[in-house]
């Protein structure tokens, strides 16, 4: 069955898409929508070549839903309705179990005919990252709400003694309740290790961030 997915370059979408993968669905477009005030993805803060060159490594085209707040759950639909005309019947999300989560990207299929698929739904937060680490998935923290965890976590490849000092912290240990984010660059679905940088560390808002920069285009 073929499908589209909604990708935000994190580590739940990257493992959501080798899940359905693994059961034999054809992934036809990557949708990440993007931020056109800052000229970066919503919520993972990504550079469009640097979606590209994800793109270009998982061998899915990308779609790329450039959108203000105010019009995001249109356009949103917009790009199911465009994936749905190309014969994709479903839409997979990397949601767990955060209903509120689970409630929006069910309406927005259910409004233009396709089905949600959550391949982590339910599963518990901890295995979840932990599954994502030992399938061979390469995570780094490139945002965190400093509220809940130290900056020094930045750039860190997220690995399973990492993730046991984050819930040291009290945060969870996957990051739900927006406590961090990560870049993907390599795993069992990807073609070849995307190659980046980080640039310079910065602060907004409650958030350290560290710029995903792309440095080669192979």
């Known amino acids: 069955?073929?499908?589209?997915?909604?990708?935000?370059?994190?580590?739940?979408?990257?493992?959501?898409?080798?899940?359905?993968?693994?059961?034999?669905?054809e992934p036809i477009a990557l949708i990440t929508t993007f931020n056109t005030s800052v000229d970066r993805s919503h919520f993972h803060g990504l550079s469009e070549d640097m979606l590209q060159s994800v793109s270009k490594s998982?061998?899915?085209?990308?779609?790329?839903?450039k959108t203000s707040g105010e019009e995001y759950a249109a356009n949103f639909e917009k790009a199911l309705l465009k994936a749905k005309m190309q014969g994709a019947k479903a839409c997979v999300f990397g949601d767990i179990?955060?209903?509120?989560?689970?409630?929006?990207?069910?309406?927005?299929?259910?409004?233009?005919?396709?089905?949600?698929?959550?391949?982590?739904?339910?599963?518990?937060?901890?295995?979840?990252?932990?599954?994502?680490?030992?399938?061979?998935?390469?995570?780094?923290?490139?945002?965190?709400n400093t509220n809940y965890l130290s900056d020094d976590f930045l750039g860190q490849q997220l690995t399973r003694e990492i993730a046991v000092r984050i819930a040291a912290q009290g945060a969870d240990v996957c990051g739900e309740n927006g406590e961090y984010h990560t870049f993907v660059s390599a795993g069992p679905i990807f073609k070849q290790p995307i190659e980046f940088s980080f640039g310079d560390k910065a602060f907004k808002d409650g958030y350290a961030m560290l710029p995903v920069l792309t440095i080669s285009s192979n």
Not at 58 to 65: A, D, G, Q, T
Request: net charge neutral; with cysteine.
């Open 97 to 144: 179990d955060i209903k509120d989560h689970l409630e929006w990207c069910s309406e927005r299929c259910e409004n233009v005919g396709i089905k949600p698929i959550f391949p982590l739904l339910g599963k518990s937060r901890k295995d979840v990252v932990y599954e994502m680490i030992d399938t061979g998935f390469v995570a780094n923290i490139s945002i965190v």
């Open 58 to 65: 998982l061998k899915i085209p990308l779609w790329l839903i």
């Open 1 to 25: 069955m073929k499908i589209t997915v909604s990708y935000s370059g994190g580590k739940e979408s990257a493992l959501a898409v080798y899940r359905a993968i693994e059961q034999g669905f």
